[in-house]
């Protein structure tokens, strides 16, 4: 590609270091609102997937807004959608599977949320913020992750001090760090992100105590309640405003009936996404008390998914560490049995980005009379 083939020679004569420029790699291919993107030869994105991006920045700016945190909506970040055979020139400014940096995304994945959250809100995910929190305020906004265990990622937690005092926390801890993120913002979401606005690239465990005490938040307990839980499954801290931000299926006659196929090509599919591609649906349970729903699927080989609860806003005062997960359905039919509250839910469904054809599924909900 010409670009890539420009910056390799920029790198063979040694002009690429420091705070010089960055790579270019690929081609323009899209420009949104708050993002261009350039992709490597060759690769080609889910029907989605561009327009997410924008989407994604958009709602994370809102939201940041909502809570005092300042962004910049004057500024386009540029993605570099960028094929693994050239990893090596993204190696030279980028430490581990993808990043952000200035005002670039480098990611092999599309759409990439975590990167997308670095380069939307950097006052509280990139840039002058302490590496943890940059770190646990991405992965709050990050890729869903559908595992079809709940598994312990930690027995116990990283102690709390260290993980703040941390220079460079591995990523098997960035949940760790979105789980205190969550835990600051939730009683009070303005004077959470005040402190972490407050807290400049230097500060560690003391200095961010400091400005949270001083925003009036009741840091210590915090921390306490930091310590007390377990976490079970990555997404736990995960913020789903991505998926949840969508219109819901209708009922008709009180039953819910969702088909589709996992065509990378249709409009709102998403990916691929460390090999994956999905589709999210989400609908709304309406009433006053919980009610128990019969759910039934099918789907041919290789898809799978899962029924999440959508949390109520940023306001984050739902943050209880609880998982979201209400069902696993893997291939083939199966059923199961849930009581569901009123509120909004949503689906997941998943498959391999090389899936041969486009696999077909089926969901059906009704409420179970007693
Ligand atoms: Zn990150």
Redesign the pocket.
């Known amino acids: 590609m010409r670009s890539s083939r420009l910056f390799t020679n920029l790198i063979s004569l040694g002009l690429v270091s420091g705070c010089q420029d960055l790579p270019e790699i690929g081609e323009h291919v899209w420009t949104g609102e708050h993002v261009e993107i350039w992709a490597s030869d060759g690769l080609s994105a889910c029907g989605g997937s561009f327009l997410e991006v924008d989407r994604h920045a958009a709602r994370l700016k809102e939201q940041a807004k909502e809570v005092g945190v300042p962004t910049d909506d004057a500024q386009r970040f540029k993605y570099y959608w960028f094929d693994e055979s050239e990893r090596d020139i993204v190696d030279t400014v980028c430490d581990g599977y993808a990043c952000?940096i200035r005002d670039s995304v480098y990611s092999p994945s599309m759409p990439d949320f975590?990167?997308i959250t670095?380069a939307s809100i950097p006052r509280i995910a990139a840039s002058d913020t302490p590496f943890s929190i940059?770190?646990g305020v991405?992965t709050v906004f990050g890729n869903f992750k559908l595992d079809s265990e709940l598994r312990t990622i930690s027995p116990v937690l990283p102690p709390l001090q260290n993980l703040l005092d941390s220079n460079r926390p591995s990523s098997d801890e960035y949940p760790a760090a979105a789980h205190f993120v969550r835990l600051l913002l939730g009683d009070d979401p303005r004077a959470g992100a005040s402190a972490l606005v407050a807290s400049d690239k230097g500060a560690r465990y003391s200095e961010i105590r400091k400005a949270s005490l001083s925003a009036g938040l009741p840091f210590d307990e915090v921390a306490v309640r930091y310590s007390e839980f377990t976490l079970m499954d990555k997404n736990q801290p995960r913020h789903s405003i991505s998926e949840c931000d969508r219109t819901p299926e209708p009922w008709t006659s009180g039953r819910l009936e969702i088909s589709g196929a996992l065509a990378c090509e249709a409009h709102d599919s998403l990916g691929p996404f460390r090999g994956r591609i999905w589709r999210v649906h989400t609908f709304e349970v309406t009433g006053e008390e919980e009610q128990l729903f019969r759910m039934t699927w099918d789907s041919l080989s290789g898809i799978r998914f899962s029924v999440e609860r959508c949390q109520p806003s940023l306001s984050m005062h739902a943050y209880d560490g609880a998982t979201t997960r209400l069902a696993f359905l893997g291939d083939g039919p199966s059923q199961g049995y849930r009581f569901l509250a009123p509120g909004r839910y949503w689906i997941y469904v998943e498959t391999r980005s090389d899936s041969i054809g486009d696999p077909s599924y089926h969901f059906q909900a009704s409420p179970v009379d007693f």
């Open positions: 952000f975590h990167e670095h940059a770190e991405a």
